[in-house]
């Protein structure tokens, strides 16, 4: 069965465990909050963008508000955060995570930023009983990952929802004669792309798209401006992107650079932070979130 909460049931599930565990004999001077993330490395950038941004504003947004109300000491603990760089290494995060859970024993852990991480560090969260509460990993199997790991808690549809909703409104803009059949793909190497593409070209061959281009870039690439060169070759009216959101940027801002105008750009990608949102106001040239974003382009 799969588990679905509001952001009220998240701050009542983080409330929740923040007294787990051993017994406080005395009242605390502060509640820690933990978590080991991509601060450095490939995966910097997506955390940086759509997790950790998020996870500062919580904790001083409760302090601002006095702290983190505790029934046992009829009054309100201030949050001290305890972050911690892994650098983009999963293993390592792995194990900075059960150190958190295992010596330091903090009663809130954090989980970290993407599919990959998260998919990697959830048998440790089972076993020491802490939720983790997942706003940037998605799967087609998120039963059977629920069933093996029961403190896991998605936020994001499946995949194959995702790229279902994609499809058929493409279908539609197929359907008045809008745009051609005609598709170009990039994906990013990584568990994210992974989980999206599966279901993409099984999706888009049903709606009688054809792919007439294709193309996987490594995490933290910095220039496909030559990928874009090969896709405009191929002469696609869609330009689909399954990719982080500093790739999404990238992607539409290469592809203005080198010309290469497409009657319509979607994107399928991590959802963007609500501050991260207002600073990127200004960049109009991209778009990007949870589901697939589209603009249409005049021919």
Same mark, same amino acid.
């Given at each position: 069965?799969?588990?679905?909460?509001?952001?009220?049931?998240?701050?009542?599930?983080?409330?929740?465990?923040?007294?787990?565990?051993?017994?406080?004999?005395?009242?605390?001077?502060s509640?820690k909050?933990? +978590?080991?993330?991509?601060?450095?490395?490939?995966?910097?950038?997506?955390?940086?963008?759509?997790?950790?941004?998020?996870?500062?504003?919580?904790?001083?947004?409760?302090?601002?508000?006095?702290?983190?109300?505790?029934? @046992? +000491?009829?009054?309100?603990?201030?949050?001290?955060?305890?972050?911690?760089?892994?650098?983009?290494?999963?293993?390592?995060?792995?194990?900075?995570?059960?150190?958190?859970?295992?010596?330091?024993?903090?009663?809130?852990?954090?989980?970290?930023?993407?599919?990959?991480?998260?998919?990697?560090?959830?048998?440790?969260?089972?076993?020491?009983?802490?939720?983790?509460?997942?706003?940037?990993?998605?799967?087609? @199997?998120?039963?059977?990952?629920?069933?093996?790991?029961? &403190?896991?808690?998605?936020?994001?549809?499946?995949?194959?929802?995702?790229?279902?909703?994609?499809?058929?409104?493409?279908?539609?803009? @197929?359907?008045?004669?809008?745009?051609?059949?005609?598709?170009?793909?990039?994906?990013?190497?990584?568990?994210?792309?992974?989980?999206y593409?599966?279901?993409?070209?099984?999706?888009?061959?049903?709606?009688?798209?054809?792919?007439? +281009?294709?193309?996987?870039?490594t995490?933290?690439?910095?220039?496909?401006?030559?990928?874009?060169?090969?896709? @405009?070759?191929?002469?696609?009216?869609?330009l689909?992107?399954?990719?982080?959101?500093?790739?999404?940027?990238?992607? &539409?801002?290469?592809?203005?650079?080198?010309?290469s105008?497409?009657?319509?750009?979607?994107?399928?990608?991590?959802?963007?932070?609500?501050?991260?949102?207002?600073?990127?106001?200004?960049?109009?040239?991209?778009?990007?979130?949870?589901?697939?974003?589209?603009?249409?382009?005049?021919?």
């Amino acid at each position: 069965m799969r588990k679905f909460f509001n952001l009220a049931a998240v701050a009542g599930t983080l409330a929740a465990s923040a007294v787990f565990g051993a017994a406080v004999a005395q009242e605390p001077k502060s509640i820690k909050v933990g +978590y080991a993330i991509s601060l450095s490395g490939p995966q910097a950038a997506g955390a940086m963008l759509t997790t950790v941004p998020n996870y500062r504003l919580w904790v001083d947004d409760v302090n601002k508000a006095g702290g983190l109300m505790l029934k @046992k +000491y009829n009054k309100r603990i201030p949050l001290e955060l305890v972050e911690v760089d892994d650098r983009s290494d999963n293993q390592d995060m792995v194990r900075q995570v059960e150190r958190m859970m295992s010596v330091d024993k903090l009663p809130i852990v954090l989980s970290p930023w993407g599919t990959g991480p998260n998919l990697q560090v959830a048998p440790t969260f089972a076993k020491f009983g802490y939720p983790q509460i997942m706003g940037t990993a998605g799967s087609d @199997k998120l039963e059977d990952f629920v069933q093996k790991f029961p &403190t896991m808690f998605w936020f994001l549809s499946k995949p194959g929802e995702q790229i279902k909703a994609l499809v058929d409104m493409l279908a539609e803009q @197929k359907g008045k004669g809008k745009i051609s059949d005609a598709v170009a793909v990039f994906v990013v190497q990584h568990p994210f792309g992974v989980e999206y593409s599966s279901s993409l070209k099984p999706a888009l061959a049903g709606a009688g798209f054809k792919v007439v +281009y294709e193309t996987s870039y490594t995490l933290g690439v910095a220039d496909l401006s030559a990928q874009i060169n090969a896709a @405009k070759a191929a002469k696609p009216d869609t330009l689909i992107a399954i990719s982080y959101p500093p790739d999404t940027f990238m992607i &539409t801002e290469q592809s203005i650079a080198n010309a290469s105008r497409r009657r319509c750009g979607s994107w399928v990608s991590a959802p963007l932070s609500p501050t991260t949102r207002a600073s990127s106001a200004t960049r109009s040239t991209a778009s990007s979130a949870s589901a697939a974003s589209t603009r249409t382009r005049p021919a």
